[in-house]
Each structure stands twice: as structure tokens, then as C-alpha cells.
């Protein structure tokens, strides 16, 4: 199955960016790139999610190199509330694992 | 619009004793799953269902049963509880199907204690 590396946690001062890096070397052709990030205490909430092209929402952009192989979350002003756990996690068949993620703390 | 709701949101249970989740939700989603959630950890699924009547194993099924005799509604069975079973119960669903692109929504959770 293809796996997700991720930094452990990541640090960000408010009204920053924040890049939350994802390496996934042995991607699959058909893997959809998704991003889900989860508040303490709470169920994991769809952050954004892509296959091969670039993609913005309301809540973050999605870059994703060119071989897929790497692709980074951004988000362009962090808030405290953007302050959960980020999970990287490719979606193809019916094997979703969620790792462990990185953790992003915002300070005020 | 309530989205995805579970219960009970906390049970305490003692080996060997049995229960059963329930999940609703109120989207009109096709797809349903249930992963669990150990401390630290990220989530695994457990199973999931593309339609009413259907079900299937995720990564993790073992010692658990699922139901799905109504679209809105996904049921978590555990026959005979284990102290391996303790952890954090997530149910999500999804319009299109979650595993392979599409946004899903997720419960808040039921926390389960097995003693």
C-alpha cells in the first residue's frame, strides 16, 4: 500500500502561512491525494483533496509536484483555530489508513 | 441538518459483553464507513457500506459486524467486547465514494472503554 511521510508537528505564528509538506514516493497512478485535519476532541474534518493538478478552496490550496510523488498543504493565514492535527493520506481501493500526521500549533 | 451523529458518545464495557453503535446521518449519502481511533494514532477503517444492504471489510474488521438495512443508518456491533477493542469509534459518509475522492463527513465520535 502506498504510504505518507509527514513531519511530526509544525509551528506557525497567526496570520502566517503555513506549508504542511507530504512525501508519497510510491504513489499510484490512480491515488487521489487528500488532506483531513482533526481539532482535539473532535471527528476529522475534509480539508481538500486533489489527483494531479493544483487545487484552491475556501480553506486551503493543494500544490502537487509533477511526478506526484510530494505535495504540500498551504494554508495562507493561519488562525488558532486552524491550530489540529493535519493527516496526508492517499485514497485509492478500499485501504484508507490514516497515519499519524502532523500536529499544528498556532501561536497567538 | 444534524450531518453525521453517533451514539452513545461514551460506554464503559467488561470483557466479553456485547453492543452496538449506532450512526445516522441525514445527507442522503451513499457511502457509510466506521474506523477506529487508538490514542496517538491516526484512524483505520474497520468497515464500510456503498448502499443500503451492503458491507465490507476495511482494514481492521475482525471482531467486529456491521449492519445496513437503512441508507441513514450504520450499525457497529461488537459480540464478545476485548480490552483491544478500547479506543475512539469514528462513523463518516460520503456522497461519492470516500475512498476513492470523495469529501466525507465524520461523526463526533463514541469513546469505548472495554474493562
Known amino acids: 500500500d502506498a504510504k505518507t511521510t509527514q513531519p511530526n508537528s509544525m509551528e506557525s505564528n497567526e496570520e502566517e502561512p503555513v506549508h504542511l509538506p507530504c512525501n508519497h514516493s510510491t504513489i499510484s497512478g490512480t491515488d487521489y491525494i487528500h488532506w483531513y485535519r482533526q481539532l482535539p476532541s473532535q471527528g476529522p474534518e475534509y480539508v481538500i483533496h486533489?489527483?494531479?493538478s493544483n487545487v484552491n478552496n475556501r480553506m486551503a490550496s493543494l500544490a502537487i509536484a509533477e511526478d506526484r510523488k510530494s505535495s504540500t498543504l498551504i494554508l495562507h493565514r493561519a488562525t488558532l483555530r486552524d491550530a489540529a492535527v493535519y493527516y496526508c493520506?492517499?485514497?485509492?481501493?478500499?485501504?484508507?489508513?490514516f497515519g499519524a500526521g502532523t500536529t499544528v500549533t498556532v501561536r497567538a | 441538518n444534524a450531518g453525521v451523529t453517533q451514539t452513545p458518545k461514551f460506554r464503559v464495557l467488561k470483557t466479553g459483553q456485547s453492543m452496538t453503535l449506532l450512526c445516522a446521518q441525514d445527507?442522503?449519502?451513499?457511502?457509510m464507513y466506521w474506523y477506529r481511533q487508538d490514542p496517538g494514532m491516526g484512524l483505520r477503517l474497520i468497515h464500510y457500506?456503498?448502499?443500503?444492504?451492503?458491507?465490507a471489510k476495511g482494514e481492521v474488521p475482525d471482531g467486529y459486524n456491521v449492519s445496513r438495512l437503512k441508507k441513514q443508518n450504520f450499525l457497529l456491533g461488537l459480540e464478545s467486547a476485548a480490552p483491544s477493542q478500547t479506543s475512539v469509534y469514528f462513523c463518516?459518509?460520503?456522497?461519492?465514494?470516500?475512498?476513492?475522492?470523495?469529501?466525507?463527513?465524520f461523526g463526533p465520535g463514541t469513546r469505548l472503554t472495554v474493562l
Open positions: 463518516a459518509s460520503s456522497e461519492q465514494n470516500g475512498l476513492a475522492g470523495g469529501e466525507q463527513f
Open positions: 457500506s456503498v448502499g443500503e444492504g451492503t458491507t
Open positions: 493520506i492517499l485514497l485509492n481501493d478500499y485501504k484508507l489508513s
Open positions: 486533489g489527483l494531479t
Open positions: 445527507m442522503n449519502h451513499e457511502y
